[in-house]
């Protein structure tokens, strides 16, 4: 089975204050509901190459995980993925500036879930 979620949000906040605060690791447990926690496996800052561990809920379960970032344009788009635990996916968020200074941050989410079970 192939999951495959995308979100869509408008924020009242320019676009380089939402990319900066979302794309920084330090931040998810913030924003993101279901991040428990966040450790840094390697240096900061973010980067091509950047792996950073997360501890989530998902589905009531307790899922840890790594993630790499794979692709990395600030202010713009980044993409980080995880082959490893029992849902390896990959995660992109996009972000574009609009009039007045808003922003446009999509999320998607999208994996094959293998060995989780309820």
């Known amino acids: ?3 495959d979620i995308a979100s869509e949000i408008v ?3 320019p676009s380089a204050e939402v990319s900066s605060f979302a794309a920084d690791p330090n931040n998810a447990a913030a924003w993101y509901v279901n991040i428990k926690s966040v450790e840094w496996k390697s240096d900061p800052p ?3 190459g950047t792996k950073v561990a997360f501890v989530a809920n998902f589905l009531g379960k307790r899922i840890a995980y790594t993630y790499e970032a794979t692709e ?3 202010g713009k788009r980044l993409v980080m993925r995880t082959a490893e635990g029992p849902f390896p996916m990959e995660t992109s968020y996009s ?4 009039p007045q200074g808003r922003t446009r941050m999509q999320l998607r989410n999208r994996g094959k879930p293998a060995g989780f079970s309820m």
């Open 11 to 13: 924020i009242d906040r």
């Open 1 to 3: 089975m192939l999951v």
């Open 95 to 98: 972000w574009e500036a609009l």
């Open 46 to 48: 973010l980067r091509v």
């Open 72 to 74: 990395f344009e600030a």
